[in-house]
C-alpha cells in the first residue's frame, strides 16, 4: 500500500511523536509498504494561530499524489490528524493538551490570551466532530484515550510500540548515579529533580541528557543547581547519541523520569528494557500504566520531600533497585508489545 503518515511538528523541537513517526514509517517500509511522513508545521500562538492551522489541513488534499491513490491516511497529531481522507485510520499521540487537560493548568499557555475561551471551544467541538470520522480510532497509551473520551466522548483503542533500538537495550552492573533522559523543558520537571537533590541525605547524582526546548530554559536550570548547592552532582550531558543513551541506561542505579499527565513515554519503557527501576510521581500519566509501586519502581508525590525520599531509598538499598528493574524487563516481555501487532490493528 501506499499511505501517508500526517503529524504535525514544531520547527527545530525534536521528541519522542518525531521518533514516533519516524519508527512508524520504517516499519511500514520494511513491511513493504510505500510510506511517507507529511509533517505540518505547527505554531500554537496567538491562538487564533491554530485555527488556521485548522483550515489548512482541511484543505489538503492528500488523496492521491503524482497521478497515484494514497491508499491510507495514519493520522497522528492535531491538527494533522484532521486532514481529510476516504482511508484513514487515526492512532493519536495527544490532542492540543492546552484546550483540554491543561486548559487550567499552571503550565497552561493558551489560557493567558483574552480570546482563549471561544478557540479552546471551537478546538474541542472540531474534535468531536472530525475524530469520529475515521474508520478507527486508535491512542498511543491508555492514558491518551481516557483524556479523549473525558472530554469528547469518542472511544479509542490503546496501541502501545516498542521504543526506537528496542533490542539493543542491556542491563549491566550499577554505578553511582541516577539517569535522566528527555527535552529540558517545564512539563518534564527536571526543576522538580534538582529541588529534590537539595534535600537528599546522601550525595546522590543525575545525569540529565536532552536539550532544552528554549535555550533560556536550559540556562535556567543550570542556575538553579548552583542556587541550590547541587551543581557538582548533576551533569548536563546535553544531545548524546542513541548508543550513549543506551550505555547510561545500563549503567545508572535507577532511571528518574516525573513528567505532568505524559501520554506515553519512551523513558519508562526504555528503563524497563534495561532492567532499571523507574522514579515517577502520581500525576505523571503514561507512566503508570507501566510501573507498579514497589515492584517495577517507585510511584511518588510530585514533590522535591517526596522524590528525595525515592532518590536516598534506592542510593542505599541497591539490592533492591536491582530486584525491582528485573521486574520490570519481565514486565515488558509480559506485555508482548510488537510492530506487527501495531501493524495489524492499523491495517486491518
Known amino acids: 500500500m501506499r499511505i501517508v503518515i500526517a503529524t504535525t511538528q514544531i520547527p527545530f523541537v525534536y521528541g519522542g511523536a518525531e521518533v514516533h513517526a519516524a519508527e512508524l514509517c520504517s516499519v511500514l517500509r520494511k513491511h513493504g509498504h510505500e510510506a511517507e511522513i507529511v509533517t505540518i508545521p505547527f505554531k500554537w500562538y496567538p491562538p487564533e494561530k491554530i485555527l488556521d492551522h485548522v483550515l489548512a489541513c482541511r484543505l489538503l488534499d492528500l488523496t492521491e499524489t503524482n497521478g497515484l491513490p494514497i491508499d491510507l491516511l495514519i493520522g497522528l497529531r492535531f491538527p494533522a490528524y484532521l486532514i481529510e481522507h476516504p482511508n484513514k485510520v487515526l492512532w493519536i499521540l495527544h490532542q492540543h493538551r492546552s484546550a483540554y487537560e491543561l486548559w487550567d493548568h499552571e503550565l497552561s499557555d493558551m489560557v493567558h490570551y483574552p480570546n482563549a475561551l471561544s478557540i479552546r471551544d471551537a478546538i474541542r467541538e472540531i474534535d468531536r466532530h472530525f475524530i469520529k470520522q475515521a474508520k478507527a480510532v486508535f491512542a ?10 473525558r472530554f469528547c466522548g469518542i472511544k479509542a483503542t490503546p496501541l502501545y510500540h516498542p521504543p ?117 510521581c502520581s500525576d505523571s500519566g503514561g507512566p503508570l500504566e507501566f510501573v507498579s509501586d514497589g515492584e517495577t519502581g517507585l510511584i511518588v508525590e510530585p514533590t522535591p520531600e517526596s522524590l528525595a525520599a ?13 530486584l525491582l528493574g528485573e521486574r520490570g524487563r519481565a514486565r515488558y516481555t509480559a506485555l508482548g508489545i510488537s510492530w506487527d501487532k501495531v501493524l495489524s490493528s492499523l491495517l486491518s
Open 140 to 149: 498511543n497509551s491508555r492514558n491518551v484515550a481516557n483524556r479523549l473520551e
Open 164 to 280: 526506537r533500538n528496542a533490542e539493543k537495550f542491556y542491563s549491566a552492573d550499577a554505578e553511582d548515579f541516577f539517569f535522566f533522559p528527555s527535552r529540558l523543558c517545564r512539563p518534564k520537571r527536571q526543576e522538580l529533580v534538582l529541588r529534590a537533590m537539595a534535600l537528599t541525605r546522601h550525595p546522590v547524582k543525575v545525569r540529565f541528557a536532552g536539550v532544552a526546548d528554549h535555550p533560556l530554559y536550559g540556562e535556567e536550570l543550570q542556575n538553579l543547581s548552583r542556587s541550590l548547592g547541587v551543581s557538582d552532582r548533576a551533569t548536563w550531558l546535553g544531545h548524546i547519541s542513541e548508543e550513549e543513551k543506551i550505555v547510561n541506561y545500563a549503567h545508572a542505579l535507577a532511571i528518574i523520569y516525573p513528567p505532568i499527565d505524559e501520554d506515553y513515554g519512551y523513558v519508562t519503557l526504555e528503563a524497563m528494557l534495561a532492567a532499571k527501576p523507574v522514579i515517577t
Open 310 to 322: 525515592a532518590l536516598d531509598l534506592l542510593w542505599e538499598d541497591r539490592v533492591r533497585a536491582r
